[in-house]
Each structure stands twice: as structure tokens, then as C-alpha cells.
Nanobody, 119 residues
Framework: QVQLVESGGGLVQPGGSLRLSCAAS????????MGWFRQAPGKEREFVAS????????IYAGSVRGRFTISRDNAKNTVYLQTNSLKPEDTAVYYC????????????WGQGTQVTVSS
């Protein structure tokens, strides 16, 4: 299984931006569909965005569409989540995940990076 490490989280004011990164090792992410999920305190983990292996198809949760952008650089084995116009309700631990080949199951998860949106 590919190993994933997220970075880029932090404390940001409402309306601000953060760029989250997910670095993969132990595998070639070009073979994986990649995604981001998040989990707020007391809530279940929820889907944020996903991107196909070649980057041609992207899916977003309704709550982040138009504000967040998922992208990937297969040459760098890295996936990104650009988060703009952040709101307090975006506060959560953000997790990177990978689904191999044509699988519909998210098989690998990172440890998460905390995003806190507060004034």
C-alpha cells in the first residue's frame, strides 16, 4: 500500500486560504485515484474532493465546490488541495486517501493535518 503524509494545515482567519499537500511513498500515485476527506470534532469523516488517476476528472462535495481545488503532480508523487474563502465550518482534520486502480475503496490513509478557521 502507498504511504501518505499530509502537510500544510494551520490556523487561518475566515476568508483566508491554505494549500494542503499529500506526499506519497512506497508506490506510484499515478496508479491511484486520490481524494481528500475531513473530520470535524464530534462529526463523522466526510468526503471533500477526489481526482482521477490522470487528473482529468474531479469531484467535489457541495459544501466546498467553487472554493476548493484538488490537483495532482504525478511526477512529484504529490496531491494538493487548495482551500480558498475558508469558513469556520471548514475547521477539521483533513485526510489524504488513495484508491488503487479501478477500485472504489479508499485503501490508504494519511495521518491527517489540522485546519482551523477562526478569527
Amino acid at each position: 500500500q502507498v504511504q501518505l503524509v499530509e502537510s500544510g494545515g494551520g490556523l487561518v482567519q475566515p476568508g483566508g486560504s491554505l494549500r494542503l499537500s499529500c506526499a506519497a511513498s512506497g508506490g506510484i500515485i499515478g496508479y491511484y485515484r486520490m481524494g481528500w476527506f475531513r473530520q470535524a470534532p464530534g462529526k463523522e469523516r466526510e468526503f471533500v474532493a477526489s481526482i482521477s488517476r490522470a487528473g482529468s476528472s474531479r469531484i467535489y462535495a457541495g459544501s466546498v465546490r467553487g472554493r476548493f481545488t484538488i490537483s495532482r503532480d504525478n511526477a512529484k508523487n504529490t496531491v494538493y488541495l487548495q482551500t480558498n474563502s475558508l469558513k469556520p465550518e471548514d475547521t477539521a482534520v483533513y485526510y489524504c486517501t488513495a484508491a488503487p486502480g479501478a477500485s472504489t475503496s479508499w485503501a490508504s490513509w494519511g495521518q491527517g493535518t489540522q485546519v482551523t478557521v477562526s478569527s
